[in-house]
């Protein structure tokens, strides 16, 4: 299977501050999705980082708060802006390909 | 929205007893996955069921399907600490976005 390397691993943030994580897949992928789960939570779908064109937005999820890029199909970022303390949550990448679904080890986001 | 629910919330059993988490599901499904997620990272994939399958064997893990309560289960066998984790079940909605059930945190006390 795939392997995702995400980074940054986890960040310590100001409000009003913006942060980029970014996901780097070792092999070619079909979709690239970006995920949420807040503290005690399960995971939230965001948005599918569509190769060469605008992210498809889960509903609650905007573009002017969580810019996707995924300029190829290995490599992806998700923009978390303007961030507050409700932010804090870790995020989540995933890949998937003919081998099933493949997760990034997550971003662990503090606001404070 | 959540496909799944999953009960119970949290469970803690000694090391070597079996443990059993269960998920339900709202919509049909194709297959059902589950995962495991260590203190909040990413998660890994257990196994996948298919919606003709009854039940499956990984290792030390069991799971069954019935479609017609729309429900699964996840059996881990004699425990280890190192199945400390929380386990998730997933669907697919639409053609490849999972949806997550709220989870299983499991603590194997020593």
């Known amino acids: 299977s795939a392997v995702i390397s995400q980074k940054p691993s986890r960040d310590i943030c100001q409000r009003g501050t913006s942060l980029t994580i970014q996901c780097q897949v070792d092999?070619?992928?079909?979709?690239m999705f970006w995920y949420r789960q807040q503290p005690g939570q399960s995971l939230t779908l965001i948005a599918t980082a569509n190769q060469g064109s605008e992210a498809t937005y889960e509903s609650g999820f905007v573009i002017d708060k969580f810019p996707i890029s995924r300029p190829n199909l290995t490599f992806s970022t998700l923009t978390v802006s303007n961030m507050s303390p409700e932010d804090s949550s870790i995020y989540l990448c995933s890949g998937t390909g003919n081998y099933g679904y493949t997760f990034g080890s997550g971003t662990r986001l503090t606001v404070v | 929205s959540q496909q799944g629910e999953e009960d119970p919330q949290a469970l803690s059993i000694q090391e070597g007893e079996n443990a059993t988490m269960n998920c339900s599901y709202k919509?049909?499904?194709?297959?059902l996955q589950w995962y495991r997620q260590n203190s909040g990272r990413g998660l890994v994939h257990l196994i996948l069921i298919r919606s003709n399958e009854r039940e499956k064997h990984s290792g030390r893990l069991r799971v069954t399907l019935d479609t017609s309560k729309k429900s699964s289960s996840l059996l881990i066998t004699a425990s280890r600490a190192a199945d400390t984790a929380s386990y998730f079940c997933?669907?697919?909605?639409?053609?490849?976005?999972?949806?997550f059930g709220q989870g299983t945190r499991l603590t194997i006390n020593p």
């Open positions: 919509t049909s499904i194709n297959n």
């Open positions: 092999s070619q992928v079909t979709m």
């Open positions: 997933a669907t697919f909605q639409g053609a490849q976005k999972l949806v």
